[in-house]
């Protein structure tokens, strides 16, 4: 193993994402769990993970606000097609 540690929120931010394919929303929600667990044992994360929860928290989360945004993206642009047609 070498001396140099992983920058965790590169890792999470290219390789982790949810896959919207997949229609039943809690196995949506489990595989993007799943998905965590694999990079992190992968990556040897885990002893920079272990213990520290917030810190898986906030990698979860931040994950998932770049959906969060693209789908207001796309709400809006929704919304505002709805009106231009009536």
Same mark, same amino acid.
């Given at each position: 193993?070498?001396?140099? +540690?992983?920058? +965790?929120h590169a890792i999470m931010s290219q390789h ?30 885990? +002893? ?5 929860? @917030?810190?898986k928290c906030k990698l979860l989360t931040e994950?998932?606000?770049?959906? @969060?945004? @693209?789908?207001?993206? +796309? ?12």
């Amino acid at each position: 193993m070498n001396d140099q +540690i992983p920058n +965790i929120h590169a890792i999470m931010s290219q390789h982790l994402t949810m896959d919207l394919r997949q229609k039943d929303v809690k196995v949506r929600v489990l595989n993007y769990f799943d998905r965590f667990d694999e990079l992190v044992e992968g990556y040897g994360l885990s +002893i920079a993970l272990d213990g520290n929860d @917030k810190l898986k928290c906030k990698l979860l989360t931040e994950n998932l606000r770049v959906l @969060k945004n @693209k789908s207001s993206s +796309i709400k809006t642009y929704c919304e505002d097609s709805c009106f231009e047609t009536v």
